[in-house]
């Protein structure tokens, strides 16, 4: 049995978190999933490790949507470089799933794009888990979260 | 008992730790709160970090008003990145309640906004302590704090 | 007796260091001062933890004066940053007493600023370590070093 | 027989990975080399240190293509301090290869440069292994890595 | 017999180890120098390090040329935050002696400053290790290195 973490947040405009869930849930039945929900992107790297290292995840997703302004753009970076702290400390993989709300214009398709990537991060997270030879054959194929694939040169 | 710690500062410009205690107070019996007051923003980390393993914190808050110039921006920076490095290295939450300095045009706005702000993440940290899945229903609901929620997508 | 250190630079255009141990030394009686001079402020960081750990300071100052140039306000970055990391490391104030050569247009102006931040600091210092309580009263104070206080909304 | 860790990415859109190990491969025979694939350039630091921690490697390739936008600029920043933290972590060298993606115009030309610049750093990661003298011969040569050199002054 | 580090790039287009070793030499005799050279300055930190922990070097010179684009400012300031980083790790102090390519127009005189700068900090690098009370008498005093001292205000 596998302990996935799930951290999320408030902040947020879609649920990232239940989304991401339900993918692995769909996919994947020999799981143990553990949520977190935090008010704020901040928060998510202490909240992961956390989970980590008192709850024995062995791999966690942080979702996030930082908001548009030039402030938030710093609260990303400092969010950013908290969850690669956070993973060198724990030689553990987190998988940082942000969106940014000035990714789409239209409030619809931001929704949609929040969905999508926190759906297929958590594919991602299946290949890391159970299949990473698959993830060695896609190296350098131009993948992409949420939005299409551009694909190789 | 929960012992929680409050870290402010002498530089803003209005008195948020007393108004993040307060909150508390009149929301919760069973606290212990020790307050440490610093001259700025950037000896917040430490300061909370010392709340923490000195004082057996189990959670702080971080209570600041960075300036409005550019390099009061950098300032605010850096006192996140120490804030987050200190939650990393203790496993133990500590909510950045942050004013810019420029939020808000008039004074009496930027007042309002430092209380609200300051008394909403004192609502956050008694989730967190004492109800964490009410938190877990409120993801992705586009909560803010300070100013109104913008609600979900 | 307590153990302070003073750290400072060459790059500096005006004695910071000697200002603030003036200070010190003219309010409290009861202190030993251990001076470090580096050359510049990226060299402040490892200079004042080497204070903690070798020379059993129990706070330190780190007084410098970055340039006006942007190269100098990264380093100026750089430096803060590593002054946090350094207090996080040690559980150690460090007052970062940084004045920026364009602070102020005129030569004596800037020399002014320079040993007026670094005594009012000096001033922060001695609180800090004999008067704490003084410092919860001045909580959303509006203090400022250096230059007049801005006080509370 | 030397463990040579390469780590790679699926977002790039060239087998950065494959022309490093083939690099090598031509080169040297007394190699084991130990692929990962993540998923993005942020996976690469944690990635990277489980290569040398778990894997015993003693020196790795991180290589990847950060993406052309602002916010990618942001994510190349953070990837590249995590590679250095790691390598602090570890007493061992992790060589970063990016090419940004808009460092060429021209498809054809920027997947050239991904290839010379794989293999060029495969060459120096060759130097540094086994022939560090080299290295020192060519101090200051104004070397380049994927264009041509530039030379000394 | 003092320990000394040069730690040098590839990338920098004149030899500025060299010029280092060949001050440190003509002032001091009772020095053992080990150098390493490594491909660029983001691989200087782990390098310094190294010679820190490895090979009992006491104090470091961190010698390199960062490039003039906007993504090689970026570079050297990951270079920079990591030789804090590895100074705070070790206690021990590594003297960082970077030249813009772009602080001089012409390439004779960038050529010039590479050498004065290094020849400049291997004298602050003696007086730090042989003469630390001399640095004392200069604080304040407006030091530079490669280009005229600025002097007190």
Do not use: Y
Request: glycine share 8%.
């Amino acid at each position: 049995m596998k302990k996935i973490g799930i951290c999320d947040t408030t902040f947020a405009r879609f649920d990232m978190g239940g989304a991401a869930i339900d993918e692995l849930k769909s996919n994947v039945t020999d799981l143990k999933i553990i949520r977190k929900t935090v008010p704020g992107i901040k928060d998510l790297p202490v909240a992961s490790k956390k989970l980590i290292e008192e709850e024995d995840c062995e791999i966690v997703m942080a979702l996030g949507m930082p908001g548009a302004m030039e402030k938030d753009k710093v609260c990303a970076h400092e969010a950013s470089t908290g969850l690669i702290r956070a993973q060198l400390m724990t030689n553990t993989h987190i998988l940082e799933v942000f969106v940014h709300e000035d990714e789409e214009e239209k409030e619809e398709e931001l929704k949609t794009l929040m969905e999508n990537r926190a759906r297929q991060h958590a594919q991602n997270l299946i290949k890391m888990v159970f299949k990473p030879k698959i993830l060695e054959k896609e190296a350098g194929m131009g993948k992409r979260q949420g939005k299409e694939d551009i694909g190789p040169l």
